[in-house]
């Protein structure tokens, strides 16, 4: 089956694959289904007994095209949808290879159902050197806000957030993809998350995107949760305030996605990160090997 998540409406948001009895395939198996669904992230719910499922979570497994991931963002919020299916569970907990990842859900008479996940706590890298980011991602001079940090946040994979000057240069990215790939695995991070305090909608805080060896991400649900870690710390959004990260309007599949941390004396935790999803469509897989 397929959810379009961090949307209420169908064909908006990041789509996301989903195998709800993975019972019987290896992961090689998995890595080639996900390949073929060629989407951002596939999932893949491996069933155990019930009171084992009600003690440690749901088993999933997330997969881009090319790799296994521990932990993202919007198949985690995704798979949770589907799982929770007409039941009106309060919340489904995900056994993810990041961890136990609880999303717990909201509903309002007239509205769409609305679940948020919280990740783990965040670790924060040093921030980096502009000039360095700017060679290595393909970006031209003044392009980066100067007064916010270039940092590496992690709350289950690393992201590098990188806060641009407006619109205009979010809009007109062109990523060296290569050498972005090289500086990020020199540098302890992931992907690069491109943000911009100027924005379309007029509700939310931050405009981002994501571009990666896939093409461009609707929605990172992973990178928004390290972004809301980094607000809270450089005072883009106040500690609890649930603020919105718009993505995907670049590539007409607009996203909004619900983010919000709390502060801990000096230290930033319990990052949040919701949205809605909608079930698009059901249909079979026929898995068949030449001898």
């Given at each position: 089956?397929?959810?379009?998540?961090?949307?209420?409406?169908?064909?908006?948001?990041?789509?996301?694959?989903?195998f709800?009895?993975?019972?019987?395939?290896?992961?090689?198996?998995?890595?080639?289904?996900?390949?073929?669904?060629?989407?951002?992230?596939?999932?893949?719910?491996?069933?155990?007994?019930?009171?084992?499922?009600?003690?440690?979570?749901?088993?999933?497994r997330?997969?881009?095209?090319?790799?296994?991931?521990?932990?993202?963002?919007?198949?985690?919020?995704?798979?949770?949808?589907h799982?929770?299916?007409?039941?009106?569970?309060?919340?489904?907990?995900?056994?993810?290879?990041?961890?136990?990842?609880?999303?717990?859900?909201?509903?309002?008479?007239?509205e769409?159902?609305?679940?948020?996940?919280?990740?783990?706590?965040p670790t924060?890298?040093?921030?980096?050197?502009?000039?360095?980011?700017?060679?290595?991602?393909?970006?031209?001079?003044?392009?980066?806000?100067?007064?916010?940090?270039?940092?590496?946040?992690?709350?289950?994979?690393?992201?590098?957030?990188?806060?641009?000057?407006?619109?205009?240069?979010?809009?007109?990215?062109n990523?060296?993809l290569?050498?972005?790939?090289?500086y990020?695995?020199?540098?302890?991070?992931?992907?690069?998350?491109?943000v911009?305090?100027?924005?379309?909608?007029?509700d939310?805080?931050?405009?981002?995107?994501?571009?990666?060896?896939?093409?461009?991400d609707?929605?990172?649900?992973?990178?928004?949760?390290?972004?809301?870690?980094?607000?809270?710390?450089?005072?883009?959004?106040?500690?609890?305030?649930?603020?919105?990260i718009?993505?995907g309007?670049?590539?007409?599949?607009?996203?909004?996605i619900?983010?919000?941390?709390?502060?801990?004396?000096?230290r930033?935790?319990?990052?949040?990160?919701?949205?809605?999803?909608?079930?698009?469509l059901r249909?079979?897989?026929?898995?068949?090997?030449?001898?």
């Open positions: 089956m397929q959810f379009d998540v961090f949307t209420s409406r169908a064909f908006e948001g990041n789509s996301l694959a989903i709800p009895d993975s019972t019987g395939l290896t992961g090689e198996q998995m890595q080639t289904l996900a390949k073929e669904m060629n989407l951002s992230e596939t999932t893949f719910i491996e069933r155990r007994d019930p009171a084992i499922e009600r003690e440690r979570g749901i088993k999933v997330i997969f881009t095209v090319s790799e296994e991931l521990p932990f993202a963002g919007h198949p985690t919020l995704g798979t949770a949808f799982l929770r299916g007409n039941s009106k569970a309060a919340q489904i907990v995900l056994d993810l290879k990041a961890g136990k990842v609880p999303v717990q859900f909201e509903d309002k008479a007239g769409s159902a609305f679940g948020e996940m919280t990740q783990l706590n924060f890298g040093t921030p980096h050197d502009r000039e360095a980011v700017v060679r290595a991602a393909n970006l031209r001079d003044g392009d980066i806000d100067p007064s916010l940090p270039i940092q590496t946040v992690s709350t289950g994979v690393p992201f590098t957030i990188v806060p641009l000057r407006g619109l205009e240069t979010a809009r007109n990215l990523i060296d290569r050498s972005s790939a090289q990020l695995e020199r540098t302890g991070g992931k992907f690069f998350y491109f911009t305090r100027e924005v379309t909608q007029p939310a805080r931050l405009h981002a995107r994501m571009l990666f060896y896939n093409g461009e609707p929605a990172t649900g992973s990178a928004a949760g390290c972004a809301a870690a980094w607000m809270v710390a450089h005072n883009v959004a106040r500690p609890d305030e649930r603020v919105i718009e993505q309007l670049e590539m007409s599949r607009p996203s909004r619900f983010v919000r941390a709390s502060r801990q004396h000096d930033v935790v319990n990052v949040r990160v919701g949205g809605n999803a909608v079930e698009v249909g079979e897989v026929l898995w068949s090997q030449a001898d």
